[in-house]
């Protein structure tokens, strides 16, 4: 029997993915066909400026022609060894990656859960070999409305509790204190702290920024008690906030620093943890690995991904275009915004609880031609890919102003 499918109406789309797949995703209603830059056309050829960017992973934009290139000329050659082998794409990815992020070492995986596991790995491995804490005593430190990714460890530490609710048992060793609090730090440190991982701007937890000077104290008060500081960079990394990093807004370096979303440029899944310090030098061959971590398509898609953001001067046009889209919002006097914040082009509206939750925002502008996500339930995330114009956010302010205005 010939089972493949010829569709074309949304609705089509929609019941499908309904009754075949797993309903752990609740999607605004939008069968997309292709992208382009900061734009999606629908299958029915309707066309949205996305300012999703899916989470992050686009910065460089929707099918970016020089990376879908690297990507076709790659998979001509070469695709996969696993790590039994050497490949010619590895050790110039590792050289690119370090150079243009000043690290010293890098281990690739591919989702972003996997590099935030990978690092808490290396932290305990580092707790018990170098900082020679008792065995099975390890204890990372976490920071309460985090988002790190979505694997049991991660979860168990997560204080979402739908995240958790039905995954327990989860595994020990994780402490939590609220974020932005550099105090509350210092007193959760105790002689077996190996770690502190914490997002330098909480992204699924609502944009939320910590107050300035949290990230400094916190670098100080991690050197003072030798305790590794791990920034998860994934949503905040390569370019979104207005820096390469977020950890630069205030002049400071991490130990382990997470990457992954727009490492590929929205093309494949690859994620990176990169290390300053000896953190990553405590693994030894057989200790830690996987299957397609590395492999060389990853590797010639990242490395021109990152070219990409120096190129096209990106982490400056995230700056201006995102210090552009603040200042105009907060000039919106709507009956609904609560708040604006935001850095770079991660940008995050939050309304009052009188309007009832963001999503039937989110829905409303959709209507209009943009898309967006509620994060949090009262907050509308604006995070468009890093290559917006002036005229294309002017384009979407227009139809931003009647949703939120009335
Ligand atoms: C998206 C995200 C992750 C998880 O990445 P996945 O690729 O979805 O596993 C981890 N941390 C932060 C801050 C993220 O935004």
Not at 63 to 90: G, N, Y
Not at 259 to 266: D, F
Not at 383 to 403: G, H, S
Request: with cysteine; aromatic share 8%.
């Amino acid at each position: 029997m010939d089972s493949t499918v010829t569709l074309s109406n949304a609705q089509s789309f929609i019941e499908l993915e309904n009754e075949f797949g797993a309903r752990n995703y609740a999607p605004l209603d939008v069968v997309l066909a292709r992208g382009q830059g900061v734009w999606v056309w629908d299958v029915e050829d309707n066309k949205y400026l996305d300012m999703l960017a899916s989470y992050s992973a686009l910065n460089q934009g929707h099918c970016h022609p020089r990376i879908l290139t690297a990507l076709i000329e790659q998979a001509k050659k070469l695709t996969l060894v696993s790590r039994a082998f050497r490949t010619d794409q590895l050790g110039p990815f590792y050289k690119e990656i370090c150079e243009m992020t000043h690290s010293h070492s890098v281990l690739p995986m591919n989702s972003g859960a996997e590099a935030v596991e990978t690092a808490l790995k290396a932290a305990r491995k580092w707790g018990y070999k170098v900082k020679e804490i008792p065995e099975n005593m390890a204890e990372i430190i976490v920071c309460a409305n985090n988002f790190h990714g979505r694997t049991i460890t991660i979860v168990g530490f997560s204080t979402e509790s739908q995240y958790r609710d039905g995954f327990g048992p989860f595994a020990p060793g994780f402490v939590t204190i609220p974020f932005g609090d550099a105090e509350a730090l210092e007193w959760a440190i105790t002689p077996n702290t190996v770690a502190f991982l914490v997002e330098p701007i909480q992204g699924e937890g609502g944009i939320i920024i910590p107050p300035a000077g949290y990230l400094k104290k916190v670098r100080e008060i991690c050197d003072r008690h030798n305790v590794l500081l791990i920034l998860d960079e994934i949503q905040t990394g390569l370019g979104r906030t207005g820096k390469l990093f977020a950890e630069e807004h205030e002049g400071i370096e991490s130990d382990l620093t997470l990457v992954g979303k727009a490492l590929s440029g929205g093309f494949y899944p690859i994620s990176a943890v990169l290390s300053n310090k000896e953190a990553l030098s405590v693994f030894n061959p057989g200790d830690h690995g996987s299957t397609f971590g590395g492999n060389p398509l990853a590797c010639a898609v990242a490395r021109e991904a990152l070219k990409i953001i120096k190129d096209e001067n990106l982490i400056e046009n995230s700056m201006v275009m995102g210090n552009y889209l603040i200042q105009n919002l907060n000039r919106l006097s709507s009956p609904y915004i609560k708040e604006v914040r935001g850095k770079g082009l991660l940008v995050g509206v939050e309304l009052k609880k009188s309007a009832g939750g963001a999503r039937r925002f989110c829905e409303a502008l959709m209507e209009k031609g943009i898309l967006c996500k509620e994060t949090h339930k009262h907050v509308i995330r604006f995070a468009p890919p890093l290559t917006i114009t002036k005229e294309e956010l002017d384009w979407a302010l227009e139809r931003i102003e009647p949703v939120l205005c009335p």
